[in-house]
């Protein structure tokens, strides 16, 4: 049986740093799913360049966790990281088929819904982590 992908996407690995609890949320999904059925691959959208980001990289990889960074987060800039992000995720996911994709921030739910048809996924979701947005 092949294994469900999903595609979480997140606004990056800082969790001790500018992001946090959504963040930790979505990597705790990934690792909490059952990996002889599905198969995460985690978009953290903005590299911090914070020290632990990479260690904890690192860490979901040797868990066998497909995880990527799209982009650099330019604080100049929001715009400019959005459209680097969204470029560099098409160039990683080209080619790869995911049956759902699942965002947990509102940048990666505009991702998420230009990614749909290309990637062919036949779900898109979101997780909504806060009472207003």
């Known amino acids: 049986m092949r294994c469900i992908r999903i595609l979480e996407i997140i606004s990056g690995f800082a969790i001790e740093g500018p992001l946090g609890g ?3 949320f979505g990597i705790e999904l990934s690792r909490a799913l059952d990996q002889t059925q599905f198969a995460p691959i985690i978009c ?3 590299q911090y360049n914070m020290p632990f980001e990479h260690n904890r990289i ?3 990889r040797e868990e066998g966790i497909d995880v990527f960074v799209a982009a650099e987060w330019d604080d100049n800039s929001s715009y ?3 459209w680097r992000a969204l470029q560099n995720v098409l160039k990683t996911m080209e080619g790869e088929g995911v049956d759902i994709i699942h965002s947990h921030c509102s940048s990666g739910d505009i991702i998420a819904l230009l990614l749909k048809g290309i990637l062919k996924a036949k779900v898109v ?3 909504v982590h806060i009472e207003r947005e």
């Open 22 to 24: 959504i963040e930790r």
């Open 125 to 127: 979701m979101r997780t």
């Open 58 to 60: 690192t860490s979901l």
């Open 44 to 46: 953290g959208l903005w």
């Open 80 to 82: 400019r990281s959005f």
